[in-house]
């Protein structure tokens, strides 16, 4: 009876070591080589740098673009799935690269970066670059195109989900600007929140109106950009929004635009990524699809002011 309790005591013994010694090798590895499509999860993503863009210019033809990463990897550029091109991140994290482009093609370019170990990692920005022919064609309106070649008007719009977006190149050549101020897109979802933001090279704070109601003010940040976010629901249908710099109760300058909020638009052909596009002489509008439901919806405008 003594040597089956010292045997039972012993077999505990070796199967707590096994167990530790389990354990003890899969605690450094922090990449589950778990799919999920095409992409490998990284677990513990705190010291990654995810691949991001800096910089996007458009020159004869061709994308250019620019940007970070981690170090020494390999970023590779794809469209729904499609490789488009990929490149290799310097020792400083920097990486650039071009893209052949068609004057009358929407493109959405998405970046991944490959690590030595063969795990990758998605970047949540996503790069569209939209013509008006494009556009045209989405919300089925005919244009006529003349047979020699010309410029189209063209969006570059950099997309984050569930955050502000940045406009790389208007179709309007600018934005809209008043002596020091400047009013940049609007941002809103579903759910009724919108961001309002721009720049002014003049201290102060900024007041906003729609239909010649006052929303709210914000400040001018050291930096010379401002924001303003609402978070209660702003009901659809057109306004007349007014930017207006304040030096405290005077109004140094204004900007006036007309904005309209879209209804709700669903996109049963392509659920996830489908694209929207509205557009007219003064306005501009992109609506996207969230993989996870609902979608996100970015207003841009032609330059005008009120004098």
Do not use: C, H
């Amino acid at each position: 009876m003594k040597f089956r309790i010292i045997a039972m005591l012993m077999t505990g013994f070796a199967l707590a070591i096994g167990l530790l010694w389990i354990v003890q090798l899969r605690q450094p590895t922090d990449i589950d080589t778990r799919e999920s499509g095409q992409e490998l999860i990284v677990e513990n993503p705190i010291a990654i740098q995810p691949p991001s863009f800096a910089s996007v210019s458009e020159i004869e033809g061709v994308l250019r673009m620019a940007g970070i990463s981690e170090p020494n990897v390999t970023l590779v550029l794809s469209q729904g799935g499609i490789r488009l091109g990929e490149t290799k991140v310097e020792a400083d994290g920097q990486w650039s690269t071009a893209l052949p482009i068609n004057p009358q093609e929407t493109q959405a370019v998405s970046l991944i970066m490959i690590m030595a170990d063969g795990a990758r990692v998605r970047s949540d920005e996503t790069l569209f670059r939209i013509p008006q022919i494009t556009a045209a064609t989405d919300l089925e309106a005919a244009i006529e195109l003349p047979s020699g070649p010309r410029t189209l008007p063209t969006l570059i719009l950099l997309t984050t989900p569930g955050g502000p977006s940045k406009i790389f190149k208007s179709p309007f050549g600018s934005l809209p600007i008043s002596g020091p101020l400047s009013l940049g897109p609007i941002d809103y979802d579903d759910s009724g929140g919108a961001v309002f933001r721009g720049s002014s090279e003049r201290a102060g704070r900024i007041r906003l109106y729609a239909n010649g109601i006052v929303i709210g003010d914000a400040p001018v940040q050291p930096d010379g950009q401002w924001f303003y976010i609402i978070a209660e629901t702003l009901p659809r249908g057109n306004y007349d929004v007014v930017v207006a710099l304040m030096d405290g109760t005077e109004e140094v300058t204004r900007i006036t635009v007309p904005f309209e909020k879209l209804a709700f638009v669903q996109n049963e052909e392509q659920p996830g990524g489908g694209l929207y596009v509205s557009f007219s002489d003064n306005q501009w509008q992109v609506r996207r699809d969230l993989l996870g439901g609902g979608a996100q919806y970015t207003a841009l405008f032609a330059p005008q002011s009120d004098d």
